[in-house]
T-cell receptor, first 115, second 110 residues
Framework: ETGVTQSPTHLIKTRGQQVTLRCSSQ?????VSWYQQALGQGPQFIFQ???????GRGNFPPRFSGLQFPNYSSELNVNALELDDSALYLC??????????????FGEGSRLTVL | RKEVEQDPGPFNVPEGATVAFNCTYS??????FFWYRQDCRKEPKLLMS???SGNEDGRFTAQLNRASQYISLLIRDSKLSDSATYLC???????????FGRGTSLIVHP
């Protein structure tokens, strides 16, 4: 067990809706990274938060947004859902941010289906 | 060109075989390198970091070739339990954001 928990584990939405995914990082970790993994592909970096600030962002549109709370847990929000947003969303916590991420500890993911 | 490229496979090998995967990266300023393992419908987990001098962990050996910008993973004496997807991860200097390849699928059969 990594100590990283994500919720919900599965969810189904329709196009145009909005979704919020949650992640509790491992105790002592101050960095959370979010990834999108489509079937048969590797995880694609969405963004990273270090001590409540966005520390980097991948090639995702602004309708993907997030935040990190003082306890270092994090949320990923996706607005105006599209069919292509169907994927496994992975949260990873790590102990170092802003200067080398170190080992990533992943949660089991939230599997989103958009109909 | 993708930042991190891997042959998706699958590599289908018998138990006891030796198998090697390569991964190329495009950013010459990349600083840190890793191999992660992902079992079917599970989250990725760190298999090993890759050091400049190469490193070994039991049946697994990782190598880094900075001149040619690739890293490799060698698995000796393959076990059925090695069947998984192996993900190459590269962190580039400056951003330190871990970038994943698409993964290489390994199937070890009896």
């Amino acid at each position: 067990e990594t100590g990283v928990t994500q919720s919900p584990t599965h969810l189904i939405k329709t196009r145009g809706q909005q979704v919020t995914l949650r992640c509790s990082s491992q105790s002592g970790h101050n960095t959370v990274s979010w990834y999108q993994q489509a079937l048969g592909q590797g995880p694609q970096f969405i963004f990273q938060y270090y001590r409540e600030e966005e520390n980097g962002r991948g090639n995702f549109p602004p309708r993907f947004s997030g935040l990190q709370f003082p306890n270092y847990s994090s949320e990923l929000n996706v607005n105006a859902l599209e069919l292509d947003d169907s994927a496994l969303y992975l949260c990873a916590s790590s102990g170092i941010g802003g200067g080398g991420t170190g080992e990533l500890f992943f949660g089991e993911g939230s599997r989103l289906t958009v109909l | 060109r993708k930042e991190v490229e891997q042959d998706p496979g699958p590599f289908n090998v018998p138990e006891g075989a030796t198998v090697a995967f390569n991964c190329t990266y495009s950013n010459s300023a990349s600083q840190s390198f890793f191999w992660y393992r992902q079992d079917c419908r599970k989250e990725p987990k760190l298999l090993m970091s890759v050091y400049s001098s190469g490193n070994e962990d039991g049946r697994f050996t990782a190598q880094l070739n900075r001149a040619s910008q690739y890293i490799s993973l060698l698995i000796r004496d393959s076990k059925l339990s090695d069947s998984a997807t192996y993900l190459c991860v590269v962190e580039s200097g400056g951003s330190y954001i871990p970038t994943f390849g698409r993964g290489t699928s390994l199937i070890v059969h009896p």
